[in-house]
């Protein structure tokens, strides 16, 4: 019985990032085809979306390393709490680059607005709202970590926070990327 359990959860995560990602391809979709229209104003994507992206890959990898820790049944609290905290740090750099566009004349809604920003800010924004969510998983998941829920036999709950995680890792690069490039 559990492992049907196991297998709804998880199916249920999948549709749920599916359809998380069926609304960044209707926006990104939206982009392309707003961009073709004209009056669009090309700027240079500030650094501080580098370094949030290399932030966000590297805490990435350390919940591939605490996954495989658990299942060798050894301490993975720090790994959570670092990984969380590097989820507040690309949050804090994503905060900075907005600051930086703002500096450039680069608005959101308002006077001097363009639609090219409009549409970055909407997209980030999106983003980061979706990371909330997965700061509060990893929250949870240190919490049930502390309190040694998790084993080599049972870790469901890491796991399912661990693709999440992963998830939003792989739609920020894409956005990154498409953002940058496009």
Do not use: C
Request: glycine share 8%.
């Amino acid at each position: 019985m559990n492992t049907v359990k196991n297998k709804a959860l998880k199916q249920l995560l999948w549709v749920g990032m599916g359809s998380i990602a069926m609304f960044f391809a209707g926006l990104t979709s939206a982009y392309i085809v707003r961009k073709a229209e004209g009056n669009w104003v090309d700027f240079i994507l500030p650094e501080w979306f580098v370094y949030s992206t290399i932030v966000i890959v590297i805490s990435s990898l350390i919940l591939i390393f605490a996954t495989q820790r658990i299942k060798k049944n050894k301490e993975i609290f720090t790994l959570i709490v670092i990984v969380f905290l590097l989820g507040g740090l690309f949050t804090y750099l994503q905060i900075n680059g907005w600051k930086e566009l703002t500096s450039m004349g680069v608005y959101l809604t308002g006077e001097g607005s363009n639609v090219a920003g409009s549409f970055l800010y909407v997209l980030t924004l999106s983003h980061l709202v979706h990371l909330a969510g997965g700061l509060i998983a990893l929250l949870v998941t240190a919490i049930n970590v502390k309190k040694k829920k998790y084993n080599s036999e049972s870790y469901l709950g890491l796991e399912i926070t661990t693709i999440y995680w992963h998830f939003l890792s792989a739609l920020w690069l894409y956005l990154f990327f498409f953002l940058k490039y496009l």
